[in-house]
């Protein structure tokens, strides 16, 4: 991870906060997705599940396998991200940024292992199956390499 593509994550995250925020305001927190749930609603879910596949991939690979818990498990409870948790995945993907520009300016020795507990707090926050959906990708990249 870079700080380019800190920033590159960066900028997934604030369209997935623009999604979840659509989601929210049209349908409310707590929407439970169903067959018979509007076509509109079923557009912006996908759309949140691509974006949260699109900010896994771009995390590396030992992210995706330890993700860790700084918040509750919204996914056991709603079927999309809210906007809190969005917001809390913005303020760390923040943090990245900080940790890899600080890296990137003072680049003596191994990265700090902030850069990679950032990015697992960040995998911590996705839901599940879109990290698994990302792992797949990433491991079919690996194997053409």
Not at 80 to 98: F, N, P, Q, R, Y
Request: proline content about 6%.
């Amino acid at each position: 991870m870079n700080t380019v593509a800190a920033r590159t994550v960066a900028a997934h995250v604030a369209e997935l906060i623009e999604f979840a925020s659509i989601f929210q305001a049209r349908y409310g927190k707590q929407y439970r997705m169903k067959p018979g749930s509007p076509a509109e609603a079923w557009n912006i879910y996908n759309a949140i599940l691509d974006k949260q596949v699109t900010i896994a991939s771009l995390l590396d690979y030992p992210a995706l396998e330890n993700p860790l818990q700084r918040c509750p498990q919204w996914w056991k409870y709603q079927d999309c991200i809210d906007i809190g948790t969005a917001s809390m995945m913005a303020t760390e993907v923040s943090h990245l940024i900080a940790a890899c520009a600080w890296f990137e300016a003072e680049s003596v020795g191994e990265p700090s292992p902030v850069i990679l507990s950032a990015q697992q707090v960040i995998a911590g926050m996705l839901q599940p199956n879109t990290i698994m959906l990302a792992q797949d990708g990433q491991t079919a990249l690996r194997l053409v390499s």
